[in-house]
């Protein structure tokens, strides 16, 4: 109340980044006062707790995120500047055909970034418990690409057990297909990481993937574990 499904969360801290796995030209390390507003809503929406366990459902309206920050260097070498970015998700569920996750996301910036705060957000590590990640484009280099504005979609359907239903209990197939699509600029001057100018994706990057889990899926003592292969183009 008074803003039926909305939260509200303002932050105040202070922020000291040093670059551990990528090397800077100079000022390496960045020291800031951040202080920000992030707003959150979601049209009845609906929390399942069981224990110590909770399940947000949200099954007919999207959900809309905004976050806005202002940066307020301690160092004299980094300058003050803002950021901001909004991101709507909307999932439809259907009995028969799965569910369909769809992802928009814009933001921009104002001021002159270190390449730590420039938006490089879209990449997502690869690794085996991150490969299923529906924001974040998985062949995107974290270290070699940076943006201060940026407009992505992405589009996932999960099929669920509906394409293939079997009465094996070791072999369950689920499959999952993903397009994703991004364009971004660096509108200021590209900052050097390891000795090379930073990139930005000013012409665009799709992606698309395919994943099955549960080739192979074993019960022990009631607790699953599933083996599961992805595939990114």
Sequence with gaps: KPFNWTQFKVFYEKETRVPLSYKLAENIVSDYNHAGLSIRFARKETLMRTGYFETVINPYFPIIRLNVSHFNSNNAYHSNFWKANVVVSHQIRTKKVGKTMTNISAGNSWGILPFQYLFNNLSVPLNIWGSNNKEGFQMLSTAQLGYNNYLSLSIFHDFEKNLWRLNNAWFQPEFMVGNKLAIGSLTQGA?????????????GVFEASMSIRNILKVKI??????LGVNLVY
């Excluded at 003592?221 to 599933?226: D, H, R, S, V």
Aim: glycine share 16%.
């Design 191 to 203: 900052p050097l990481v390891n000795n090379k100018p930073l990139k930005d994706i000013h012409q």
């Design 221 to 226: 003592k009631g607790f699953g574990i599933g």
